[in-house]
C-alpha cells in the first residue's frame, strides 16, 4: 500500500504587479521649470488614455479570479476601469514616489518636455537629493509594508491584482522576492508593463 508524502501539497498563491496605462495628459510640449508643479498635480489628477484593448494578455474570465487593489492616484483606478475592474481596496504604501521639485534661477528660462524633468528629479532623488521628499530608505520601507500587505490579501484570496506605479513597483519586486515570492513572468517596464509572481505555501 503507498501511503504517499502527506507533506508535499501545497497551496500556490499570486500576485500581479501592473504599472497603470498611459495618463490622458500632455508629455511632449516642452515646459519651464516652474511650471513642473502644476504639471505634475495634474498628472496626478488625470485618469489614462482608453487603449482599443489594454495590452495585457488576459482575458476577462482570468481577470476576474484576481482580488483588485490600487494605489490612492487615480490613474490606478482608471487603468482597473479599462479592465471593468473596481478596486476592493485601496493601498496607501503603493502611492507613487514623490519627486523633489525646485527651481534654480539657472535653469529657470530652459523649457524640456515634462518627462525629462521628471526623469532628471528622478536621478536627483536617486542620488540622494531632495531633503523635503522621502528618501530612498523610506521608499523601501514603504514598499515592505505594501509587500506584506498583498501577501496577506493572497493568503486570504489566493490571487491579487496590484495596479501601482513604475518607481514603487520596482521597490515592491525587491520586497516580495525577500519576502519569497518568485518572479515568474515579466513583461515590460513600460504602462500597462506586468510582474507575475507566485508562492507555494504547504497545507
Do not use: C
Amino acid at each position: 500500500m503507498s501511503h504517499g508524502n502527506i507533506n508535499s501539497a501545497a497551496h500556490k498563491q499570486e500576485i500581479l504587479l501592473i504599472r497603470h496605462g498611459e495618463p490622458a495628459l500632455d508629455k511632449k510640449t516642452p515646459i519651464a521649470l516652474r511650471d513642473l508643479k502644476n504639471w505634475l498635480a495634474e498628472y496626478d489628477a488625470n485618469g489614462v488614455h482608453s487603449p482599443q484593448s489594454p495590452p495585457l494578455s488576459l482575458s476577462a474570465s482570468e481577470l476576474s479570479r484576481y482580488f483588485p487593489v490600487a494605489s490612492p492616484l487615480i490613474r490606478t483606478s482608471a487603468s482597473l476601469a479599462e479592465l471593468g475592474i473596481t478596486p476592493r481596496v485601496i493601498i496607501d504604501d503603493l502611492h507613487e514616489v514623490v519627486l523633489p521639485v525646485f527651481s534654480p534661477a539657472l535653469l529657470m528660462p530652459l523649457k524640456l518636455p515634462p518627462m525629462w524633468w521628471v526623469t532628471a528629479f528622478r536621478l536627483l532623488w536617486l542620488a540622494g537629493g531632495g531633503k523635503s521628499v522621502p528618501s530612498v530608505a523610506q521608499v523601501r520601507r514603504r514598499a515592505h509594508n505594501a509587500a506584506q500587505t498583498l501577501s496577506r490579501h493572497a493568503e486570504e484570496h489566493g490571487a491579487v491584482l496590484a495596479m501601482a506605479h513604475g518607481i514603487i513597483n520596482r521597490a515592491l519586486r525587491a520586497e516580495l522576492e525577500k519576502q519569497g515570492w518568485q518572479l515568474t513572468e515579466k513583461t515590460h517596464n513600460s504602462y500597462w508593463g506586468m510582474m507575475r509572481f507566485t508562492r507555494n505555501i504547504p497545507v
